[in-house]
C-alpha cells in the first residue's frame, strides 16, 4: 500500500560522497524494518543496511560498514543512506525497501520495494 520512491542518485568519481533519500506515506509506522538494498548488471540484488523502527538498531553489510551510514527522520516518513568513498564497485541500482519483520536483511523479507535510484562511480 505505501509507495517508496529512491532520490539522490547520480554520476560520481571516485571519492566522491552521496547521499540518497527513500520518501514515503505516514503509514512507514505499520512497518518493522526498512533498509537499502543495490544490484549491478549480472549480480543478485544485494543487502546494504537496515534500521529497526522499534528498536532503533541498524545493521550493515561487511562490505559498506564504515562508508555507509542509514538513517530516518523524526516523522518515520523518509530514510536516508550516507555514502562516502564512493568507489567504481558501488556503481549499482539502489533500492528503498520496506520489511514487516524484525529483520530487514534478506530480499525474502521485504514487503515493498522502491523503483530504484541508479549510482555511477567512474573517472
Known amino acids: 500500500q505505501v509507495q517508496l520512491e529512491e532520490s539522490g542518485g547520480g554520476s560520481v568519481q571516485p571519492g566522491d560522497s552521496l547521499k540518497l533519500s527513500c520518501a514515503a506515506s505516514?503509514?512507514?509506522?505499520?512497518?518493522?524494518?526498512m533498509a537499502w538494498f543495490r544490484q549491478a548488471p549480472g549480480k543478485e540484488r544485494e543487502f546494504l543496511a537496515a534500521?529497526?523502527?522499534?528498536?532503533?538498531?541498524?545493521d550493515y553489510a561487511d562490505s559498506v560498514k564504515g562508508r555507509f551510514t542509514i538513517s530516518r527522520d523524526g516523522a518515520e516518513n523518509t530514510v536516508y543512506l550516507q555514502m562516502i568513498n564512493l568507489k567504481p564497485e558501488d556503481t549499482a541500482i539502489y533500492f528503498c525497501?520496506?520489511?514487516?519483520?524484525?529483520?530487514?536483511?534478506?530480499?525474502?523479507?521485504?514487503?515493498?520495494w522502491g523503483q530504484g535510484a541508479q549510482v555511477t562511480v567512474s573517472s
Open positions: 525497501a520496506a520489511c514487516t519483520t524484525r529483520y530487514c536483511n534478506a530480499p525474502k523479507y521485504v514487503r515493498d
Open positions: 505516514e503509514r512507514t509506522h505499520t512497518y518493522s524494518s
Open positions: 534500521i529497526n523502527y522499534r528498536e532503533t538498531s541498524t
